[in-house]
């Protein structure tokens, strides 16, 4: 073999190694492009009409750092709140019992509340969506079981370390509309394995609901695809959109109320969040045959290249 063929043959081998990476990294980076912005896109926030602002005001329930969240505060005593997950900190709920009103609190990991109240109801069960175990139940069978089917007066606070996705993706429309106000701990949005269920739970949020207010938790980190930020867990307050009017925000995030899930960590900076990403992508993910149709572009492009390199 003369010389020129031998390095011939090295080059080749050579690219063909990096022509692999190359077609990994494009697949794996457009899809998290394109999931990080389309994630970024369900989480847009919005602002409270005016006129509402005279109703109420934002405040800040439960305690300083970890366990506290951002909420429009016009509740009233006739309203009822649940709150799932619990662990050693019942500040949330002590804010909200102080206004009169009756929590209905699950935890299947404690064995009771850290204080007592009497405005707290206990169970020691978890919420499900389609995984069943008996220690978990259905939002709608919890609603059934305390008798508030119909009620259009509760409010949730959720944090229930990745189970709110099964949760979202099973529970109904008209059984969310029953919540004025709900704030979420959504976690683990770099999980690939979620991808789907994050995307379709998220959907389903905003047909009845409206972000108006989103916190990212630093206690974990922060995932970056081309320049797009998304943090790995966040905070989102929503409002029922049959019972308010909102209007485009341009709000920069975090706010004055907001303080560090870890006091000894920089918070994260989310800044503009409504920030359109740099480069326009499809809107709805779950079309997988425009990413399909995307990548294929791609690698065939590369796979073109290759082949002339081969016939040279």
Known sequence: MSKR?????????????LFRNVQVFAQSSLKDYVYFSTVRSLLKVKDLAPD?????KYSRFGRNYDGGYVMFDDFDSNSIAYSFGIADDDSWESSIANKGIDVFMYDPTIKGLPNQNSKFH???????GS???????????FILRNGHKGKKNLILKMDVEGAEWDFLNEVSEETLNQFSQIV????????????????????KLNK???????HANNCVGVNYCFGLMMPQVIEVTCLRKSSYKFVDSNKNFPTELDL??????AEINLGFWNEEPAVATYKNVGDTSKLATREKT???AINELYRKLISL
């Open 5 to 17: 063929n031998k390095f011939t043959v090295v080059f080749l081998l050579i690219f063909t190694m």
């Open 52 to 56: 509402y602002n005279k109703k109420g």
């Open 122 to 128: 206990f169970e020691k069960l978890g919420i499900t």
């Open 131 to 141: 995984k069943r175990a008996c220690n978990m139940r259905t939002m709608n069978e």
């Open 184 to 203: 979420l701990e959504l976690h683990w949005f770099d999980d690939r394995r979620l991808f789907d269920d994050i995307i379709s739970g998220l959907e």
């Open 208 to 214: 009845t609901h409206q972000i108006v207010h989103v």
């Open 260 to 265: 560090p899930n870890n006091p000894g960590a």
């Open 298 to 300: 791609i690698v065939g």
